[in-house]
């Protein structure tokens, strides 16, 4: 079973093996938004076993009309409240949102390929 995906449209391909060793620099390092919609903060909320209110207050922020995941300041990075150092993985996995699930075939990627490089270790070059 092969661990490249790959897109069309995407001048890229990714090695999903490179996950295991990159230290989460999709979930950290500059601050930035991971928006969410109503049913994943459901489905989020569901998994976590709580209230979608109580949910929302202690995990969300609204930017403009939207919501956003909060995340913590750790020295001079940002990562997200739901990666876990420990496990160089995601708290919520199963229930993550798309955003997250997408990554790193976004369309802001298509023509900022080095940018991505930076980034992702498991980003290769068609």
Known sequence: MSNIIKKEEYPYAFDTSACSTCEGRCCTGESGYIYVTKNEIL???EVLEMDVNEFALKYLFKKGYKYS???NKIN???ECVFYDRESNGCKIYNARPNQCKTFPFWDY????V???NLECPGIIDD
């Open 114 to 116: 080095d940018e991505l």
């Open 76 to 78: 001079d990075s940002y």
């Open 69 to 71: 995941i909060k995340e």
């Open 109 to 112: 990627y298509k023509t900022r």
């Open 43 to 45: 489905a989020i909320a």
